[in-house]
């Protein structure tokens, strides 16, 4: 059973930058797809940004040209590089890992990330 566990939130400035990290318990080399996911009070869940196996990238619009998804599959880690952070990035943010559409995805618990100052 693979566990993911995200680290690296935190509190920062509008403008600042934090770097997210979602490390595996087991070889993040099944996943076919990795992304993380965020949650705004109030708000649903949405999609930051996945990573494909190959590497190929997806971002939502409000995060393109400020957040980087990558992932090392040598570290069982997949990251989200945050930059120019806007107070609207609040939110707990989530990892989630896809080994097929026809299996269960994998979540992990959360970090929150607060941009305020």
């Known amino acids: 059973q693979v566990q993911l566990v995200e680290s690296g939130g935190g509190l920062v400035q509008p403008g600042g930058s934090l770097r997210l990290s979602c490390a595996a318990s087991?070889?993040?080399?099944?996943?076919?797809?990795m992304g993380w996911y965020r949650q705004a009070p109030g708000k649903e869940r949405e999609l930051v940004a996945i990573?494909?196996?190959?590497?190929?990238?997806v971002y939502a619009d409000s995060v393109k040209g400020r957040f980087t998804i990558s992932r090392d599959n040598a570290k069982n880690t997949a990251y989200l590089q945050m930059n120019s952070l806007k107070p609207e990035d609040t939110a707990v943010y989530y990892c989630?890992?896809?080994?097929?559409?026809?299996?269960?995805?994998?979540w992990g618990k959360g970090t929150l990330v607060t941009v305020s100052s």
């Open positions: 989630k890992g896809v080994i097929t559409t026809m299996t269960s995805p994998y």
């Open positions: 087991g070889t993040i080399s099944r996943f076919s797809t």
């Open positions: 990573i494909t196996s190959s590497g190929y990238t």
